[in-house]
Every structure is written in C-alpha cells, then in structure tokens.
C-alpha cells in the first residue's frame, strides 16, 4: 500500500480490510496468508486501494470503526473515535466506582464516549447531546447495535440543554485553530466533519467557555468535568475552570505524552 499509509499503520489496516472482505480475525488472516482470492474479493480489495490513495479514511471506506473494545458505526457525518479519546473513557471509569451516576456527554458524536461509559459504569444514566441530527442517527444506531440505553438530545453545545443535573459531564468539542488545518493530514481535513474540528483562530476556548458554566450550573457538589483539550491551551482551560469555581483541576498528558486532558471537580 505505498503512498496510502505509513509501514506502521499497514498492518492494522489489513487486518481491517481481511476483516471487512472476509470476516476474517488476525488469526484467519494469518492461517489463510497462502489462499487464492476469489474474484469478489479481489475486485473490493481493489476499490478499497483506490479510495485509500485519494486519502479517504479506511473506517468511513468500512463503514465503522473500533472503540474501547467495540465496533461503532462511523460515517461523514460524524469523527473517527481515536485511541487518545479511549484514555478519556478509562480515566473516566477508573475514577467513578459509584453506581447509579448520572453522566452527560457533549457532542456526542458518534457516541462512543456515552455508550461506552453507559456499558462500563455500574447502572449509569447517561445522557447525550449533538447539534447534527445525521450525527445524532449515527448516535442512536449504535447504541442500539450495542445494546445500551442512552438518551439523545439535539442541542448546540454553545447553548446547551437538556437542563439537569449530573454527577459526571465529558466533553470532546471542537478545538483544533483554523490555522492548524493546513498542517493536518489529508484524511482528516478532507473528509472529518469541519464543525467538529475546528475553531475560531481568535477564540480557541469557545466551546470551553460555554461548556465550563454550563457544568457549573448542572454538576451536584462533588461532581466531576472532563474535557478533551488542544495541547496548546492547557494553561488557558486550567485558567477557566479556576475562574468557574471548579477545584482538584488537572492537566493530564496521554500515553504519547501530550497534553490532552482537562478534569475538575465541582466544589
């Protein structure tokens, strides 16, 4: 696959290509390496090259991708789920052993932070919101292909509703400057939803900025935020939730040692 992907990444893409042509697992795909394609399969193998090389992603190709141990759905309409977000998640469930939380996830998206803290907390109530409704039926289907009660709201992250109250909310908004774009990859900028990127270059914190009161106002005492960040403006989120009232506020790196994290508590 020259010129698709870097030779790291060729490996996991083939074990999804076996995956989405044969329903094959990396053990079928490692006994059956001598087997001659069947002409079905060599022609949707052929396809799946030709999109790669015009840079579209390979789980928009597929039609899903995987997720703290699931398969979700993925479509344009909503971002790929990234393995930095699934630390969110853990951090999440590893600090939350209570039963019964009532959780909030803002922009949602494909909903895989919902549903997959819906399925790892004990007996939680989660709910979600998006301003996309095609976003939002990406949502719904997966949480229904996952077997998990969640429930959807369309609402604008800038002037959030439902109004409740919660003991966790989690957001992973847009936050990535305009001006970075340019720098990204082509998969990315050419074919993820702009909206669920992308920020003002003169208001990097916008979605912070509404999402931090609104949690203010909707935590119960002891409640808990965590926020995906931009690296660059660690300092300045820290900032915002010290001015909102929020203690215990941390900077958290992920596993490649960047910061990417944000968590609080309501006092």
Known sequence: MAGVADPHEVQAMIRVICEDVFNYDPVDVALRQESVLPDFAQQRITDLIHRLQRHEPLQYIVGNARFHGHKFKVTPAVLIPRPETEQLVDL????????????????????????????????????????????????????????VKVRFFESDMLAPQPAATYDIIVSNPPYICWSERESMERNVKDYEPGQALFVPDNDPLLFYKAIVPYARQSLERGGRLYLEINQRFGAEVKRLLDE????????????????????????
Do not use: P, W
């Open 92 to 147: 999440i469930v590893d600090e939350n052993k209570e039963s019964d939380l009532r959780v909030l996830d803002m922009g949602t998206g494909s909903g895989c932070i919902a549903i997959s803290l819906a399925r790892a907390l004990k007996f939680a109530q989660v709910d979600a919101l998006d301003v996309s409704r095609d976003a939002l039926a990406v949502a719904r289907a997966n949480a229904e292909a996952l077997q």
């Open 244 to 267: 909102n009232g929020f203690d215990e506020v941390r900077i958290i790196d992920d596993s490649y040692g960047k910061v990417r994290f944000a968590a609080a508590r309501m006092a």
